[in-house]
């Protein structure tokens, strides 16, 4: 069994990575606005790895005995001044998920609760990677900034970004 305390912060986890895939959705919808059809698909794709995210999380919370209870998802930003602002604050947000994620498993570990702390080590490892991608391509738009095809290029190559399957089964995948 899950201690309440933990099972109450996995589940302000699992709100946080569904708020992350609605943040993600909003800057695709920018991003396809100003006809960037491939930062648009790299950003549906990190929605969807935002939801498998979730996913991961209501499966451990229900394996463990817990119970997963949904919240209110606040509303994204809709707006940016620049495909560069929009990869500035993806990356900004990532670190900021890399501290919940710490949070939680300072908890685990002051919880005791050796599988959760097992559990959140694929996490802990996955937000290297996560702010590692975002922060990629904010330096490559950087660069792009000196020359006048550079974004046109960045664009073509994310759009080349495979699309996560998000299965109901995530923990099984
Ligand atoms: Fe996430
Ligand atoms: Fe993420």
Redesign the pocket.
């Known amino acids: 069994m899950l201690s309440p305390k933990l099972e109450e912060a996995l589940n302000q986890q699992i709100n946080?990575?569904l708020y992350?895939a609605y943040l993600y959705f909003s800057m695709a919808t920018y991003l396809s606005s100003i006809d960037l059809a491939g930062c648009a698909h790299w950003m549906h794709a990190q929605t969807q790895?935002?939801l498998l995210?979730s996913s991961k999380m209501y499966e451990y919370v229900n394996e463990r005995g817990g119970r997963v209870v949904l919240n209110a998802i606040k509303a994204p930003k809709t707006q940016w001044a620049s495909p560069l602002e929009v990869f500035e604050d993806a990356y900004r947000h990532e670190q900021h998920?890399t501290s919940l994620i710490n949070s939680l498993m300072e908890l685990a570990i002051s919880e005791k609760d050796h599988a959760t702390q097992i559990f959140l080590q694929w996490?802990v490892s996955?937000?290297v990677e996560?702010e590692a991608s975002a922060n990629g391509v904010v330096q490559r738009m950087k660069l792009a900034q000196a020359s006048p095809g550079g974004l046109f290029m960045i664009d073509k190559e994310l759009s080349t970004r495979p699309v996560p399957f998000v299965l109901a089964t995530a923990n099984k995948a």
Request: proline share 0%; aromatic share 10%.
């Open positions: 946080a990575e992350s790895e935002e995210h998920v996490f996955e937000q996560e």
